[in-house]
């Protein structure tokens, strides 16, 4: 993605820890870990700002007489209120939930004025602001096994602006702990693997509304036994839980437990345990709301943007499930290459581009069905609406089509064109050969964020850089996948290194200009440090991460440093990149040691 600002919103915590013991598991006891949940018991063992666990203020509970409210005074002013919690080792599933109320005086549609902060220990489960103001109650309900055995404290942080007040009204807090004790795998093998997904949605008459099916077969490759799997419903974020845009009913071949990390995770046990190399296919019927907004998943007016709408299979490894929140500010999409076969049925007045290959046939009065195939992508995403559309070929034979909504000039759609096909055939030239057969660059000035990558489908702003940058994403997160929310160096600052290289620019001198915000600062931090530091993750992670792969290039030669990147993408073609695997290859392409440039350039792992 080309970084285009922060935008505040819900950020739920998963930290998948490393788990590494092969002791029996404990025995799980169920277990409530929250104290005094509905604050009916006064104040202990809370810590709070002075008036927050209250009975009045024109608040009511969500049950009995007592609730924390947190802020509400219409004038600059911040409430805490915290917890310290011990989560009982032993218990495979761990789950937050309380019920929150907002109301407030402030009358804006777009403007978080006022924030309430949920977090676990360092991670932020959530931001919520006078936007999600609600007429009574909602309950939030948060993934944390992953701190089963710690200790950490759950923290409630009320922010309030000058003028208008903002009342966060929290009750009956809690902390459910439950299941086998099963450890996760020691095996670190990427699992399920093999994903397929067949899909069939019909939309309305606008392209916002689709419902449908979709199954996925996959393959356990582990040698720890596959019991349960978890799609990932990363649009429910644009939702507010447990109101989503993305609804999975009907589940087969499997049983459906309740969402969590906001929503955005389902997990679905299985009807035996699949041993390693057995498969299991799960099907569920699908519906998709696409909501208001120039979003990588919204509509701007009549044009439909549908990125990461159909769920995926999440990967577990020997760190256990990877679920990790979603992230607003940058990718948290982490998903093994797979098939993909998705027949769209829409109105004939509606374009669709889509990822893969698209055939178009006609379909009853007035509609048309799009079946789009595409083989070893990690993610599927389309568009719909009157798009105007142009296409070419490039010189080394691959087919490019520019949608572009109403507004942008054909001679920008036109120049968009060239740049798209100079820049994949200048990549191309770089890492490997560009494996698909066609891309397609949909247009749209509104766009927030600048642009967005999937496989075979760009989302961008007419502006050459940031195309060019989408589309060597087709080769670092898409062809060399890598863990975007744990590792998002890994694609945004290979895709900026090699947009320069592609734009003939050597980031001469790029690295001098540096200036660490902190000693924690480091090019290979995570989303979760980005989060928590939006306004650096532009500059450290697209300028300095670009700047050290020049100056790594400076200094093992530009032959080198060419070799070095090609056979790195051919080594892990279709297959994931990790920082300690690419720090290894380069040291293997030099006889200078890399120790001290490492350390210099803030690069661990």
Same mark, same amino acid.
């Given at each position: 993605?080309?970084?285009?600002?922060?935008?505040?919103?819900?950020?739920?915590?998963?930290?998948?820890?490393?788990?590494?013991?092969?002791?029996?598991?404990?025995?799980?006891?169920?277990?409530?870990?929250?104290?005094?949940?509905?604050?009916?018991?006064?104040?202990?063992?809370?810590?709070?700002?002075?008036?927050?666990?209250?009975?009045?203020?024109?608040?009511?509970?969500?049950?009995?007489?007592?609730?924390?409210?947190?802020?509400?005074?219409?004038?600059?002013?911040?409430?805490?209120?915290?917890?310290?919690?011990?989560?009982?080792?032993?218990?495979?599933?761990?789950?937050?939930?309380?019920?929150?109320?907002?109301?407030?005086?402030?009358?804006?549609?777009?403007?978080?004025?006022?924030?309430?902060?949920?977090?676990?220990?360092?991670?932020?489960?959530?931001?919520?602001?006078?936007?999600?103001?609600?007429?009574?109650?909602?309950?939030?309900?948060?993934?944390?096994?992953?701190?089963?055995?710690?200790?950490?404290?759950?923290?409630?942080?009320?922010?309030?602006?000058?003028?208008?007040?903002?009342?966060?009204?929290?009750?009956?807090?809690?902390?459910?702990?439950?299941?086998?004790?099963?450890?996760?795998?020691?095996?670190?093998?990427?699992?399920?693997?093999?994903?397929?997904?067949?899909?069939?949605?019909?939309?309305?008459?606008?392209?916002?509304?689709?419902?449908?099916?979709?199954?996925?077969?996959?393959?356990?490759?582990?040698?720890?036994?596959?019991?349960?799997?978890?799609?990932?419903?990363?649009?429910?974020?644009?939702?507010?839980?447990?109101?989503?845009?993305?609804?999975?009913?009907?589940?087969?071949?499997?049983?459906?437990?309740?969402?969590?990390?906001?929503?955005?995770?389902?997990?679905?046990?299985?009807?035996?345990?699949?041993?390693?190399?057995?498969?299991?296919?799960?099907?569920?019927?699908?519906?998709?709301?696409?909501?208001?907004?120039?979003?990588?998943?919204?509509?701007?007016?009549?044009?439909?943007?549908?990125?990461?709408?159909?769920?995926?299979?999440?990967?577990?490894?020997?760190?256990?499930?990877?679920?990790?929140?979603?992230?607003?500010?940058?990718?948290?999409?982490?998903?093994?290459?797979?098939?993909?076969?998705?027949?769209?049925?829409?109105?004939?007045?509606?374009?669709?581009?889509?990822?893969?290959?698209?055939?178009?046939?006609?379909?009853?009065?007035?509609?048309?069905?799009?079946?789009?195939?595409?083989?070893?992508?990690?993610?599927?995403?389309?568009?719909?609406?009157?798009?105007?559309?142009?296409?070419?070929?490039?010189?080394?034979?691959?087919?490019?089509?520019?949608?572009?909504?109403?507004?942008? %000039?054909?001679? /920008? *759609?036109?120049?968009?064109? !060239?740049? #798209? @096909?100079?820049?994949? $055939?200048? &990549?191309?030239? =770089?890492? +490997?050969?560009?494996?698909?057969?066609?891309?397609?660059?949909?247009?749209?000035?509104?766009?927030?964020?600048?642009?967005?990558?999937?496989?075979?489908?760009?989302?961008?702003?007419?502006?050459?850089?940031?195309?060019?940058?989408?589309?060597?994403?087709?080769?670092?997160?898409?062809?060399?996948?890598?863990?975007?929310?744990?590792?998002?160096?890994?694609?945004?600052?290979?895709?900026?290194?090699?947009?320069?290289?592609?734009?003939?620019?050597?980031?001469?001198?790029?690295?001098?200009?540096? %200036?660490?915000? /902190? *000693?924690?600062?480091?090019? !290979?931090? #995570? @989303?979760?440090?980005? $989060?928590? &530091?939006?306004? =650096?993750? +532009?500059?450290?992670?697209?300028?300095?991460?670009?700047?050290?792969?020049?100056?790594?290039?400076?200094?093992?030669?530009?032959?080198?440093?060419?070799?070095?990147?090609?056979?790195?993408?051919?080594?892990?073609?279709?297959?994931?990149?990790?920082?300690?695997?690419?720090?290894?290859?380069?040291?293997?392409?030099?006889?200078?040691?890399?120790?001290?440039?490492?350390?210099?350039?803030?690069?661990?792992?």
């Amino acid at each position: 993605m080309v970084a285009g600002g922060a935008v505040a919103g819900a950020a739920p915590a998963h930290a998948a820890a490393p788990h590494t013991a092969t002791a029996a598991p404990a025995a799980c006891t169920p277990t409530q870990v929250v104290a005094n949940g509905g604050f009916e018991s006064g104040s202990s063992p809370w810590t709070s700002s002075s008036g927050v666990i209250t009975t009045g203020g024109g608040e009511s509970a969500h049950s009995g007489t007592q609730f924390a409210r947190l802020d509400g005074r219409g004038t600059t002013h911040t409430d805490t209120l915290s917890q310290s919690l011990t989560i009982p080792a032993g218990c495979s599933a761990a789950s937050l939930t309380f019920w929150l109320h907002i109301d407030t005086a402030e009358t804006t549609s777009s403007t978080a004025y006022d924030k309430l902060t949920a977090k676990i220990g360092s991670a932020t489960l959530a931001t919520y602001s006078n936007l999600d103001k609600n007429t009574g109650y909602a309950q939030k309900t948060f993934d944390v096994s992953s701190y089963s055995g710690q200790t950490v404290t759950l923290t409630f942080t009320g922010v309030e602006d000058y003028s208008l007040q903002t009342s966060f009204v929290i009750d009956d807090v809690a902390l459910n702990t439950s299941g086998d004790g099963t450890p996760p795998p020691t095996d670190t093998t990427r699992t399920p693997a093999a994903p397929a997904y067949t899909v069939n949605l019909t939309s309305d008459s606008s392209g916002s509304v689709w419902n449908g099916h979709e199954s996925a077969s996959f393959t356990n490759a582990s040698a720890s036994p596959l019991n349960e799997v978890y799609l990932r419903l990363w649009d429910n974020y644009h939702g507010s839980c447990p109101t989503t845009p993305i609804t999975v009913t009907n589940v087969t071949g499997g049983t459906a437990s309740p969402l969590s990390v906001n929503c955005t995770a389902l997990k679905i046990t299985l009807p035996a345990p699949l041993n390693q190399g057995q498969s299991g296919t799960i099907g569920f019927d699908l519906g998709i709301s696409v909501p208001s907004g120039a979003d990588r998943f919204g509509h701007d007016g009549a044009y439909n943007f549908i990125g990461n709408a159909l769920p995926v299979l999440a990967i577990r490894d020997g760190s256990g499930w990877h679920l990790d929140p979603y992230t607003n500010n940058g990718e948290s999409f982490y998903s093994l290459a797979a098939d993909f076969s998705v027949t769209l049925d829409h109105p004939t007045s509606l374009l669709v581009p889509a990822t893969g290959t698209s055939v178009d046939t006609p379909g009853t009065s007035g509609r048309t069905v799009t079946k789009a195939t595409a083989s070893k992508v990690r993610d599927f995403a389309w568009a719909a609406g009157a798009f105007s559309k142009i296409s070419g070929t490039s010189p080394a034979g691959v087919k490019v089509n520019v949608y572009a909504v109403s507004g942008i %000039s054909s001679s /920008s *759609s036109q120049s968009m064109l !060239t740049t #798209s @096909m100079n820049a994949v $055939d200048s &990549h191309a030239a =770089r890492f +490997g050969a560009y494996p698909y057969s066609e891309v397609d660059a949909v247009l749209d000035n509104n766009f927030w964020f600048g642009g967005m990558e999937y496989p075979g489908f760009v989302l961008d702003l007419v502006d050459s850089n940031a195309l060019t940058h989408e589309l060597a994403h087709q080769w670092w997160y898409g062809i060399v996948g890598d863990d975007e929310y744990n590792n998002p160096w890994l694609d945004e600052s290979f895709a900026d290194y090699s947009t320069d290289i592609a734009e003939g620019s050597t980031g001469s001198g790029c690295w001098n200009s540096v %200036s660490w915000a /902190s *000693s924690s600062e480091k090019i !290979t931090n #995570s @989303m979760a440090y980005w $989060d928590a &530091h939006s306004s =650096r993750y +532009g500059t450290v992670v697209y300028g300095y991460g670009k700047c050290a792969l020049h100056d790594l290039q400076r200094l093992i030669g530009d032959s080198a440093m060419t070799t070095l990147l090609r056979g790195y993408a051919q080594s892990h073609w279709y297959g994931v990149s990790t920082t300690a695997e690419f720090k290894a290859a380069a040291q293997a392409a030099t006889s200078t040691d890399l120790t001290s440039f490492w350390t210099t350039h803030r690069i661990d792992g």
